[in-house]
């Protein structure tokens, strides 16, 4: 199954129309089936997948060089690289840290953070969450409903996580009644939580050696690309995730000119995160953006001269 990576190109050049979409401008001159997929989540954070079974799946979709990037833990890469050993695929140690710009969830990846700077800040950020979960579950216990939470194995606990808990229970027919009810922003059993500014996220990923990059710009609802991306920038921002599955064509050209104004490098995946659990549907799926390893290389210069610098 492995051989098509040395082999004959299995990408067809005169299918026109797949490149036309904006998506993948690099597929066209591509010669080879070697692909790269920069954003996937594990059961780490909020995948299904286990990091080995990830890696098997990306072997499997033709991926040569996989990004793991869980929110806010490194819990996955040892699994992963453990897994990938035996096989022609690279694993890139990454994550997506949880931020927070005007007021709203920005998220920023991380490549090639150095382990030991960035645990203790990460291991910081979880027990703030553990604490977060307990406040949750002492108003919901004041509200009449108690819940314990299940044993989550260093995961962070998340309002995901209470509303199943919920559900168990008997409390809500489903984890939509327990947000409409107790959980979501403006309901009684909501919590803010200790959260990273993006110029921290952005300072703390450079100190620790990794390459900061703004994730799924066009997700973000706090305000303009166009406005907020210079601000990033002077912080220190490296890079912008151009390619993601829901980026239109012409978001994604329009970051293509935002890169090349300010000088970033482009980076790009499908935000797997496994196939669907639970009746939740993940339409996402690996490999989807079709991206060559090219993507790769200026990231790992930018990452060698953090580390010197940093
Ligand atoms: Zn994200
Ligand atoms: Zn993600």
């Not at 919590?191 to 620790?208: D, M, P, T």
């Not at 935002?258 to 980076?267: K, V």
């Amino acid at each position: 199954m492995f051989d098509c990576i040395v082999t004959q190109p299995v990408i067809k050049q005169n299918t026109p129309k797949r490149y036309t979409d904006g998506k993948s401008p690099f597929l066209r001159q591509s010669t080879s089936t070697a692909m790269i997929d920069l954003h996937c989540h594990t059961t780490c954070s909020d995948g299904t997948l286990t990091p080995t079974e990830l890696v098997n799946a990306a072997i499997a979709a033709g991926i040569t060089k996989l990004a793991i990037t869980d929110h806010d833990t490194l819990a996955a890469w040892n699994e992963a690289i453990a897994a990938a050993a035996d096989f022609p695929i690279e694993i890139i140690p990454g994550l997506e840290l949880s931020t927070v710009y005007n007021g709203r969830s920005l998220h920023l990846l991380g490549f090639y953070p150095q382990a030991e700077k960035l645990l203790p800040p990460l291991q910081d950020r979880l027990a703030g969450r553990h604490r977060r979960a307990q406040a949750i579950l002492d108003k919901l216990a004041d509200l009449g409903y108690p819940v314990a939470l299940p044993n989550l194995n260093g995961i962070a606990p998340g309002r995901p996580h209470i509303a199943a808990a919920l559900v168990m229970a008997g409390h809500a027919q489903s984890t939509k009644e327990a947000f409409d009810r107790w959980l979501g922003d403006d309901k009684p059993a909501y919590v803010e939580y200790e959260k990273f500014s993006a110029i921290e996220g952005i300072n703390l990923l450079r100190q620790c050696g990794a390459v900061p990059v703004w994730a799924h710009p066009y997700l973000f609802r706090g305000g303009d690309v166009e406005t907020v991306l210079p601000e990033l920038v002077a912080a220190g921002l490296m890079g912008v995730e151009v390619y993601h599955p829901s980026h239109s064509p012409s978001e994604t050209r329009r970051l293509t000119e935002l890169c090349q104004h300010y000088g970033l490098l482009l980076t790009g995946g499908s935000d797997y995160h496994g196939p669907s659990a639970n009746g939740r549907d993940t339409a996402n799926h690996l490999n989807q953006m079709q991206l060559p390893v090219s993507l790769l290389e200026p990231i790992k210069r930018a990452a060698v001269e953090l580390a010197v610098s940093s």
